[in-house]
């Protein structure tokens, strides 16, 4: 029996004409389908992207409205939620997020990125969570839920595989079935069991076929096994066929070009049907999905009255920004206590490197945005310090500037490749006055906090690092600076890992992802100690990109096909198997405070197992600590990882104050992919159960059977 909303659908879906049909099924702005609005159908109306409510576009043009009203707020991008690891605050981004996009108007907002990190060097890293699948999942369910508490849809993207950005339009991606469904698959699968109303397809291809138009990705396995009944929206311009993209389950062609009728799945199809090449049932099909996802927005009338308003730009949206931005942070070194800074004694402070100073919330490609604000760390230092103590400031090198354009570069994005952006070449003098200004301020300050790494002229869309060396010659800058200062406070940012061959020297290093309008005044309160950090880093941070297990087999950044033969082994499932030698392990991050682990006790429950153990706050002060439950199989065979996280939480302590933290651990943690059924197993026999502070610091283990 169909119920009220299938009925409902039905009823519109027979008033429909073709051409009406055809119109709710292909862009008919850049961002935005053809409404009815004699059935009070109305128009789809998406925007970008994770990190904010993107600006407004002209309907049929790249160029921006160039007005204030469309500023908002900017969270912390998803690699920042990451290293959060606190699901509460993951879904209060998505609650600022979805509310934002309703106050602007929005029917979808297309985040969050949950792409798998599986170089260092992809160009959208910064836009994805980590190198973890489950932990992806964990998150991304609470971001998608946070987003579409406010009517809006939240849309995974890019469904699947789309880890790197070279050639990423036409790139064939092949990756074994176990791999896809152990690591690449579920994040996706976690979103769309969290509801998600909508998910968006990968630009590359899977297996020889375009994933927007792939009926193995979108009919067999979202469909089919997942159950998905959302729509199904392609990547701007990730449609090549017509007949493709009728026979799949994509549901809404977009596209970045203004000839809106000859999309795909426009007038070309509406040939086809009239010639009888193809079904006019397969467009209702998609139809259907469309009118779903509205009746669940509220968008249709009379419902649309009672629909949630939204509102951007709240007080209380900065607020949330910068509790996600200071979670996020991720003390990496520390020694001899050099932080936290002490604001009453610090009368001079020199702050050091363009990163300070550089707003990053325009730039990474459609996820840019126009920030209501954004408190560099130069002025949340400033602002912390206010009166008190003289700050001073030297970019010490030369980064390149925000680029002039009037026309989005997404105009021309399927046409050409982007040009590969290389630092620019300072003149030699250039280069030593900036770094000679930098050492003088240094010298006779009573702190010194360099802020440096990457910015988004190298995190970017479309394009992929070339390596891990951190650009405009910071590199030398360093060395002179920690020489000089051995007591610099070192404090990189960027969407992903650098190479810090400085790092012996460094005594303190903070790390801190593109974090949003709040991202300075967050730092700030990290190094002078008003926040205890407490952030983890949820990929691992390998001495160079080469260690990586993808790249050492050559089979990341090829254009033609990259074939995924590092199969389970990504991030520190390799990592720590092949006991690579790295810079900072997964899960690593430290505190002002320290932890320890006891008692560890696991009892059944329920079919699987529940894995008790206390966390101590054995220090001085008030912290936050990220307790991992890693599963190591002892019967673990060729190409398998060591261990995988399966378990986690985020618990904060007062000094001296005991949690017991307890885990579930059911058979699905402990299942693998079987290639021969095409389904989940439990292998039996004995499972460890690892509790600790990173994949490379196990306090405490248990054991279970099967
Ligand atoms: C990106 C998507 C984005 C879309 C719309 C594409 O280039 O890959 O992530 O949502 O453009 O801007």
Known sequence: ?????????????????????????????????????????????????????????????????????????????????????????????????????????????????????????????????????????????????????????ACPKHFACNSQETERLWVDTVVDERTLNEIYFPGFRAAVDAGAYTIMGAYNRLHGEHCCTSRALLDGVLRDQWGFDGAVISDWGGVHDTDAAAHSSLDVEMSVAANFDEYYMANPLKEKIGAGEIDETVIDAKVRNILRLM???????????????????????????????????????????????????????????????????YGGGSAEIQALYEHTPLRGITMLLAGRAKVRYAPGYIALKRPERKRNWQAESIDRPREVIHSPKASETDRRAAIDEALAIAKDADAVIYVGGLDHRHDLEGQDRQSMRLPYGQGELIEALLAERPDTIMVMMGGSPVEMPWLGKAKALVWSYYAG?????????????????????????????????????????????????????????????????????????????????????????????TVRFDVVNAGERAGAEVAQMYIAPEN?????????????????????????????????????????????????????????ASSRDIRLTGRVEI
């Not at 009070?40 to 990190?51: A, E, H, K, N, R």
């Open 295 to 361: 009746i669940r927005l509220n968008m249709l009338e009379p419902e649309s009255r009672q629909r949630k308003r939204g509102a951007f730009d709240d007080p209380a949206h900065a607020a949330a920004a910068r509790k996600v931005a200071a979670a996020s942070i991720v003390l990496l070194k520390n020694e001899g206590n050099l932080l936290p800074l002490d604001e009453d004694r610090v009368k001079t402070v020199a702050v050091i490197g363009a990163n300070a100073e550089t707003e990053h919330s």
């Open 517 to 609: 309008m709040e991202g300075g005044t967050a730092l700030a309160d990290v190094l002078f100690g008003r926040v205890c950090p407490g952030g983890k880093l949820a990929e691992t941070f390998p001495v160079t990109a080469d260690d990586c297990y993808a790249h050492k087999l050559g089979e990341f950044g090829r254009k033609d096909t990259v074939t995924y033969r590092d199969g389970l082994l990504v991030g520190y499932r390799y990592y720590d198997t092949a006991n690579v030698p790295v810079n900072f392990p997964f899960g690593y991050g430290l505190s002002y405070t320290r932890f320890d682990y006891e008692n560890i006790a696991i009892g059944r429950a329920d079919g699987g197992w």
């Open 636 to 692: 673990r065979q060729d190409g398998e990882p060591v261990h995988a996280l399966k378990g986690f939480a985020r618990v904060t302590l007062e000094p001296g104050e005991r949690k017991t933290v307890e885990l579930a651990l059911t058979r699905d943690h402990l299942a693998v992919w079987d290639s021969e059924t095409h389904g989940w197993a439990v292998r039996p026999g004995g499972y460890g159960v690892q509790i600790g």
């Open 1 to 153: 029996m169909r119920n009220a909303c299938e009925e409902r659908i039905e009823s519109l879906l027979s008033q429909l004409t073709l051409d009406e049909k055809i119109g709710m099924i292909h862009g008919a702005g850049i961002f935005r389908t053809a409404g009815v609005p004699r059935l009070g159908i109305p128009s789809l109306v998406m925007s970008d992207g994770p990190m904010g409510v993107r600006a407004e576009f002209g309907d049929g043009e790249w160029v921006g409205a160039g007005h204030g009203a469309d500023k908002v707020s900017y969270l912390p991008c998803n690699s920042a939620i990451a290293s959060t690891w606190d699901r509460d605050l993951a879904r209060s981004a998505g609650r600022v997020l979805g509310c934002e996009a309703r106050g602007r108007g929005k029917d979808v907002i297309l985040a969050p990125g949950i792409n798998i990190k599986r170089s260092p060097l992809c160009g959208r890293n910064f836009e994805y969570m980590c190198e973890d699948p489950y932990l992806t999942g964990e998150l991304a369910a609470q971001v998608v839920q946070g987003i579409q508490e406010n009517d809006v849809a």
